[in-house]
């Protein structure tokens, strides 16, 4: 026991590394542009920017990830057969049978309850065990998606508005450079001497010293190279979020009764964007937890848009009889998420994939699976 308290403790060490390199680069960049570069006029629009960053930043970091509830841990009976049983077989019927009371619309590949060993515990629809916690949750999934997007979207304008308001003390502290090397060296100053006079080059004196010129040179870099990357991760995630799709979803479709479907959780864009938004807009751009939902159960198109239906059908395998058992009603947002207009949408959507015939089977045999 004690080496692997031992190695968890080092990952958990390891983990806020990242966090604490950000936050450091945050900080210098800050110094180097407040206090090196201090220019007035821009100040007020740098400090929103920053501020609107950090705060979004500092709600996705410290935003306790969605966990399963105690509906989703095995009976303690139930846990002691499944721990002494050594069929796979075995194990599965219990998995089943403790399943029948869940909302649960996926399953795995195999057409299996989902299941983790290490947490013992039942996953609901897109939860997956998390490597770094070493838990079964959502690191960065419902209850901090939004916070991780606006994250995105505002260290994206912060690089962006210091590389521009940078930009022009960069190029005069460069063109300064070049013309101090060409004085330092006779070969490129006699080579140069037709271009241009040495002696009567006028120094650029718009920056105090060296060392600040140093912090803007170098904050230009930091800036256009996160703009870069922050910018391809911010679009991916833009995608991902008008898809209603996961990360791990994008790389592997979800898999539900009638198999694998990666638009099984979409509801149309617009509907989409309220999942992780929520409907009122003047939200949208705060660090405000807004999202739809319970983060345990989500709406998906192949169930029935009759949220009054009380049962629907379980078939955990191909040769085993169907069984009606009872599901948990939708909550108000997701009745709001599953109304006539997302019907119209998820019909509209799912003929691009299946026949109208499929689509119909869908909304009148709604089936809880697990995956």
Known sequence: MAPI?????????????????????????????????????????????????????????????????????????????????????????????????????????????????????????????????????????????????????????????????????????????????????????????????????KPLNELPDTHAKFHVLFLFFVAAMFCISILSLFSYHLWLVGKNRSTIEAFRAPVFRTGSDKNGFSLGFRKNITQVFGDQKKYWLLPIFTSQGDGLTFPTRLVSADVEQATVTLDPEPNKSVTDVPVSPLSESQNRLLSNDQHANSIGDHLANNTLESASTFTKTPTLIAK
């Open 5 to 201: 308290h031992v190695l968890r403790c080092c990952q958990r060490f390891l983990a806020w590394i990242p966090v604490i390199f950000i936050a450091l680069v945050v900080c210098w960049s800050y110094y180097a542009y407040v206090v090196e570069l201090c220019i007035f006029v821009y100040l007020i629009f740098f400090h929103l920017s920053f501020v609107m960053f950090v705060w979004s930043y500092w709600k996705t970091i410290f935003t306790k990830p969605a966990n399963p509830s105690k509906e989703f841990c095995l009976p303690k009976a139930e846990k002691e057969r499944y721990e002494k049983e050594e069929r796979p077989e075995s194990q599965q019927e219990i998995l089943w049978r403790a399943a029948t009371s869940l909302p649960l619309y996926t399953r795995t590949g195999a057409g299996a309850i989902r299941y983790c060993d290490r947490c013992q515990v039942i996953k609901p629809d897109r939860c997956h065990h998390c490597s770094a916690c070493d838990m079964v949750n959502n690191c960065v999934g419902f209850s901090n998606y939004k916070f991780f997007i606006l994250f995105l979207a505002y260290s994206l304008v912060y690089c962006l508005f210091i590389a521009a308001t940078v930009l022009q003390y960069f190029i005069k502290f460069w063109t300064l450079c070049r013309r101090k090397s060409a004085e330092n060296c006779p070969k490129v100053t006699q080579l140069s001497s037709k271009a241009f006079s040495v002696e009567t080059a």
